[in-house]
């Protein structure tokens, strides 16, 4: 059953990061609002599209006319995380089934459970509060943790599956707290970078490497990180001015120089380890890392095309997994 359990955890976390890139594709299409109701879509489990069902919708949605591309990529989304939700399910009630299976987790996919439901619960809230940028930013927040744990569980289960006397060396302390403080570092600069999309501030700073012709521009940081505004507000172009886009724009950038800078300390002290454990992980670190600064460079040097802005966020997942697994490595082999 491990073995079993393993493929359907490695299917469900190929589908988490679909659903976590096409989710940026949706919000960076300005689809978010595609749908202005939820669970449906103008109270439709489809995308009405007849004309008296257009014309239905419309009259219940004056403020929302009907876009039907942008409905759709919406509604593709939520039936893709609904899949994505099912999956998870399924993995819980299989641990819960085959309890004297060694092999298979306890508790690891029940919070998976909880984590999907409180992403349910954001993804209505994302609607329902017009994109507020906390929901949305937590919405992708919760998207990212998702794929972690579904990772580290996919290869918590291949750990188990290896025999105690094939397994490596155990890690030094310093290489768990390097890989932690790597991550961590990680997971503060994705939560700016979803702050910068939600507040549609990332062609606050158009130019590169300045940033409106300023190494250190004009900043309003108590306004640009004020995480709630209140409701009933139509929060879809952003409502802050351009100094807290700025802003917000810049301590995206000025992350970035810290999160690279520990990379490429932490990817080089990896490929210096004599053991050869740690070479592939170095390169990967290095490499991801490589890939995702270049896409964000040219995000902002062409001004946000869409489909690396997508590129990008598929890029931090990619650089997330790669954290989590260096982390796994570090703490699942502990004396």
């Given at each position: 059953?491990a073995?079993?359990?393993?493929?359907i955890?490695?299917?469900?976390?190929?589908?988490?990061?679909?659903?976590?890139?096409?989710?940026?594709?949706?919000?960076?299409?300005?689809?978010?609002?595609?749908?202005?109701?939820?669970?449906?879509?103008?109270?439709?489990?489809?995308?009405?599209?007849?004309?008296?069902?257009?014309?239905?919708?419309?009259?219940?949605?004056?403020?929302?006319p009907?876009?039907?591309?942008?409905?759709?990529?919406?509604?593709?989304?939520?039936?893709?995380?609904?899949?994505?939700?099912?999956?998870?399910?399924?993995?819980?009630?299989?641990?819960?089934?085959?309890?004297?299976?060694?092999?298979?987790?306890?508790?690891?996919?029940?919070?998976?459970?909880?984590?999907?439901?409180?992403?349910?619960?954001?993804?209505?809230?994302?609607?329902?509060?017009?994109?507020?940028?906390?929901?949305?930013?937590?919405?992708?927040?919760?998207?990212?943790?998702?794929?972690?744990?579904?990772?580290?569980?996919?290869?918590?289960?291949?750990?188990?599956?290896?025999?105690?006397d094939?397994?490596?060396?155990?890690p030094?302390?310093?290489?768990?707290?390097?890989?932690?403080?790597?991550?961590?570092?990680?997971?503060?600069?994705?939560f700016?970078?979803?702050?910068?999309?939600?507040?549609?501030?990332?062609?606050?700073?158009?130019?590169?490497?300045?940033?409106?012709?300023?190494?250190?521009?004009?900043?309003?940081?108590?306004?640009?990180?004020?995480?709630?505004?209140?409701?009933?507000?139509?929060?879809?172009?952003?409502?802050?001015?351009?100094?807290?886009?700025?802003?917000?724009?810049?301590?995206?950038?000025?992350?970035?120089?810290?999160?690279?800078?520990?990379?490429?300390?932490?990817?080089?002290?990896?490929?210096?380890r004599?053991?050869?454990?740690?070479?592939?992980?170095?390169?990967?670190?290095?490499?991801?890392?490589?890939?995702?600064?270049?896409?964000?460079?040219?995000v902002?040097?062409?001004?946000?095309p869409?489909?690396?802005?997508?590129?990008?966020?598929?890029?931090?997942?990619?650089?997330?997994?790669?954290?989590?697994?260096?982390?796994?490595?570090?703490?699942?082999?502990?004396s």
């Open positions: 059953m073995v079993w359990f393993s493929r955890n490695l299917l469900t976390l190929l589908l988490c990061f679909v659903v976590v890139v096409f989710g940026a594709y949706v919000r960076l299409s300005d689809a978010g609002l595609g749908c202005p109701d939820w669970p449906g879509c103008y109270g439709h489990v489809g995308v009405p599209e007849t004309d008296h069902a257009v014309a239905a919708a419309e009259a219940r949605y004056p403020h929302r009907v876009e039907a591309h942008k409905a759709w990529k919406e509604m593709i989304h939520r039936y893709i995380a609904s899949t994505l939700g099912f999956l998870i399910v399924l993995m819980a009630f299989l641990s819960l089934r085959h309890t004297r299976d060694s092999g298979l987790p306890r508790v690891l996919p029940w919070v998976l459970v909880g984590l999907v439901i409180f992403q349910g619960i954001l993804g209505m809230w994302t609607v329902t509060w017009q994109l507020k940028p906390l929901a949305v930013t937590g919405h992708l927040l919760g998207g990212m943790s998702t794929f972690s744990l579904l990772l580290w569980m996919f290869l918590s289960v291949r750990a188990r599956q290896i025999a105690a094939a397994r490596p060396a155990v030094t302390p310093r290489a768990r707290t390097f890989a932690a403080i790597g991550l961590m570092l990680l997971v503060a600069q994705i700016l970078g979803g702050w910068t999309s939600t507040n549609y501030a990332a062609l606050a700073c158009p130019d590169f490497p300045t940033c409106q012709s300023h190494y250190w521009p004009e900043l309003d940081v108590s306004t640009a990180f004020t995480l709630w505004h209140g409701l009933g507000i139509n929060y879809e172009y952003g409502i802050l001015d351009n100094t807290a886009r700025v802003t917000i724009h810049f301590f995206h950038r000025l992350g970035a120089i810290v999160v690279t800078t520990v990379m490429l300390l932490l990817g080089g002290w990896l490929l210096t004599p053991e050869k454990q740690w070479k592939p992980y170095g390169v990967a670190v290095l490499a991801a890392l490589l890939v995702q600064v270049s896409i964000g460079i040219s902002v040097i062409l001004h946000l869409l489909a690396l802005a997508a590129a990008h966020n598929a890029g931090a997942a990619v650089l997330l997994g790669v954290l989590v697994a260096l982390n796994h490595r570090a703490w699942w082999l502990r």
